[in-house]
């Protein structure tokens, strides 16, 4: 890891040297002038915040795969009632310090409590889904009731994630509704019928999705955790656009596909809209990507496959995607 950051900072800084190299040599800088900015470029502070953040969810994810295999291979040894208790220690560890380091609530952001209380709170999560699974499968705490075994982590976890201001619980509390909307609506029938959209459940992800993104835009035009917007629109976005498409390449005729085609197109306006408004470049890739889809799919059905202008589809469409890219910056703005 520290070879990976010194390989980076090292990398920055012949960068930053062959910039200055460049702007001398076309006497925009004097060699004063590179002198200083060289000098202080290869003595300032280098940032760690991202390698770090990254470091912490990887440890996080490491830390509860490792402790899962650990008790399976020691099972017998440990004792089910220890291993309970131990796992609910660790995640009352968790919540109680993140607790006790919380901000005051408020519907704007919340300032950071610091990095140790969000992960922290982020782990005991992990915790909690570990305990529930291992109740469930040691002592069927909850039966055949699998829905209400998604619902509690669902409703636990959209409560944390507005009490504690935390995005990366609310992707995981999105995630258990999901969930627990698919065990609702069709619990065996996706997998015994073998086709996922027969059942049911794409319906109800493009509703859900649909759902999902009006609250992100509600959010942010009542300015209630407003920064939350992100996390919903993006998953919504994602959930619906996804479930519509394959809706829309399906073999099996269905109400869906008949709607899917200028559904993709309609969310994927919306989506460069948004992402004009907002300056945001990924929701001009989602809209873009998700549009072109369905744009070729109706160009195929419109147009015999004998067609001349189904030769020129391809190379007037990446001249067009090229195109895109290259004025992606005046297209979205400047924030």
């Known amino acids: ?164 201001d935390h995005r990366g619980v609310l992707s995981m509390a999105i995630t258990a509704l999901a969930s627990w909307i698919g065990l609702s609506i069709a619990p065996l029938s996706a997998f015994t019928e073998n086709n996922f959209f027969r059942s049911g459940l794409g319906g109800a992800a493009v509703l859900l999705g649909l759902a999902l993104m009006g609250a992100g835009f509600v959010s942010e035009q009542r300015n209630l955790k407003r920064h939350f917007a992100f996390t919903y629109l993006s998953l919504g976005s994602n959930l619906a656009l996804i479930a519509t498409t394959a809706a829309l390449l399906s073999s099996e005729p269905t109400l869906l596909g008949t709607i899917a085609a200028p559904l993709v197109l309609l969310l994927s306006g919306f989506l460069i809209w948004y992402a004009r408004r907002t300056h945001s470049y990924l929701f001009l890739l989602m809209g873009a990507v998700y549009g072109y889809i369905a744009f070729t799919y109706l160009f195929f059905k419109l147009f015999d496959s004998s067609s001349e202008l189904l030769t020129l589809y391809f190379p007037f469409t990446t001249f067009v995607i090229i195109l895109l890219f290259v004025k992606a910056k005046e297209i979205v703005g400047k924030p």
């Open 1 to 164: 890891m520290l070879a990976w950051l010194s390989f980076s900072s090292f990398a920055a800084n012949m960068v930053s040297d062959e910039i200055l190299i460049d702007l001398q040599a076309k006497g925009l800088l004097s060699p004063e002038q590179t002198a200083v900015i060289g000098n202080y470029e290869h003595t300032r502070p280098f940032s760690l915040h991202y390698e770090l953040r990254t470091v912490l969810y990887l440890g996080i994810v490491l830390l509860s795969g490792g402790l899962g295999v650990l008790l399976y291979q020691h099972l017998d040894d440990i004792g089910h009632s220890v291993i309970v208790a131990a796992i609910s220690g660790l995640m009352a560890a968790c919540f109680a310090y993140a607790v006790r380091h919380q901000s005051p609530f408020t519907w704007e952001q919340a300032p950071r409590a610091g990095v140790v209380p969000d992960y922290l709170l982020l782990l005991g999560c992990l915790l909690f889904l570990t305990l529930e699974g291992y109740l469930q499968a040691q002592y069927e705490l909850f039966g055949t009731r699998y829905g209400l075994a998604v619902f509690i982590p669902a409703a636990l976890f959209f409560w944390l994630a507005y009490r504690f």
